[in-house]
């Protein structure tokens, strides 16, 4: 028996191969053992493979269902919990889901994205999410995120291409373990996924987007990918759905998107905007979002190269959440909206509602039993984590 036989095993999740090295390392484990170890983790899917061991929260509930694209494929994972409060209550469990959406690129490769949540549940508030009308039971640890990707790839079996921080929560709420994660999941040892293809999504917390601003311009960072979740034309509009725009309006959020614009290159910022009949789908509201989307349209010049424009801008129709006040959008108030936009010059993509009937779409992550669980106070007035 051989020294790496016999220590107890440490979990590479959330580590680098060469953090995990030195970790192994102060056991008096080699390094040769060690990045065998990780290797088997990570590129074959072996969970005990000496001296490394990780421990997946199991998937309890799947869902599938076939889109003109491929099969997008919805898996929930049961954390432990050892929440007293929860205990009391007969809940014993967090449950985060994750979606493996297909998307036929361009060159007509099929390329898998996932969709990671970074906590159970949300403190935003968001008037039409789903997962907000839980309220925040908990941010997720950088393992628990890096374990969706692993379920994902060595669960289900399917390779990921592209990560995107679209699913439950606020990750500018969970800064510390989104890049603790994402350091790990671009490791070339490990999931290898590269910075260019992950994208963080915020409701735009600008202290957050400050530290994505210093985090971008180290070493291997400037890739990343960014998305905002506009969703309005207006403050006036933005403070009714989105209760943290009264702490952060618009004017703030455009200018600290116009200093990550320079900082990253003139790299494409992704505007969201979930179309909702009656509430931002007005002409004049697509007119103040074309006002609104000017500085990012505007070509830069970063390297010595045209880099195009700054700013694209994603419709996604509202899919409506269970009691929802408001309808979804018609096919033809979507076109008509899309088209406004477009004569003002905007780069519009259409974003298909994937998943629709098994719940999988963005923003509809949110399960009936924990959804009961609704007892943590909204804390946009928090201060970023760091
Ligand atoms: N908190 C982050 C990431 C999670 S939400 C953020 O807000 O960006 C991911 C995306 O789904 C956001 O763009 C959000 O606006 C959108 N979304 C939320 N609820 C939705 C719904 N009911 N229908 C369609 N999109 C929704």
Redesign the pocket.
Known sequence: MTIADDINPISPLAMTREQFVAACAQLGVGSGRAKTGYAKVYRQGIAHAQPAKITVPPIVKRLEEQTPEGLTIKFVQRLPNDNHQLAHKGIDFDDIESVIIPMIGRSTRKTHTLCVS?QVG?A?G?G?????QMGLIRSLTAEEIVAQWWAAKHIEGIHIDNIV????????DNLDEVFRAIECLTDRAGAAIPMSAITI???GRVDGLRRIKQQVQTHGWRKLGL???L?APNDQVRDELMPLNKKWNMQGLQDILVELREVRGGRKIMI?Y?LIPGVNNASEHAAQVAEWMKPFMKGTIAAGKKRGHGGLLNI??????RN?PWPAPTEAQVEEFVGWLMNHGIFVNRRR?KGRSTMA????LGTEEIRKRNFVPLTTNQECND
Request: proline share 8%; net charge negative; charged share 10%.
């Open positions: 970074s949300c935003m968001c039409f999410c789903e997962t907000a921080f679209m699913g439950m929560g606020e990750p500018l999504s915020t409701v998305a905002l979740s969703n969201e979930v996604i129709p509202y899919n409506p959440i929802s509602t779409a963005c923003g509809q």
